[in-house]
């Protein structure tokens, strides 16, 4: 963790440490879901620029994190995964990639930075072992 991460989660309530940069998968879908914190510039406005007309919506009651957009239906899940793809954000989707790399509706996707991956791979561990 480098010296502004360690500033920005200071500013991280205690129960969302854990979560900054990864997310859980959000309550329905199709949806595309992220961290409420994270420490990639922008982050917030650009996920909810790609929710397009859906508002985000925190979800997770007992760890108010996270953030998810409902989309219509696959097509506009689909919109708002290809808008979130160019962002280079952390981010995920019920939908997922096929073995083209085409996004569908089979599965969660997700595109996580290493360091969004090594998150919420520990926030896993955690959540397991709980």
Same mark, same amino acid.
């Given at each position: 963790m480098n010296a502004n991460e360690t500033i920005y989660s200071a500013n991280v309530p205690n129960v969302c440490q854990k979560y900054i940069n990864g997310a859980i998968n959000p309550p329905s879908g199709p949806s595309c879901f992220?961290?409420?914190?994270s420490t &990639?510039?922008?982050h917030n406005a650009t996920f909810s620029t790609c929710c397009s007309n859906a508002k985000p919506? &925190?979800?997770d009651d007992d760890k108010p994190c996270f953030q998810y957009c409902m989309a219509g239906d696959f097509v506009a899940e689909k919109a708002m995964y290809e808008c979130l793809k160019k962002s280079n954000i952390n981010f995920g989707c019920t939908g997922t990639r096929d073995e083209a790399g085409n996004f569908s509706d089979a599965g969660p996707a997700r595109n996580l930075s290493l360091g969004g991956a090594l998150v919420v791979g520990l926030a896993l561990v955690g959540v397991l072992s709980v």
């Open positions: 992220s961290s409420l914190y &990639i510039a922008n919506e &925190i979800y």
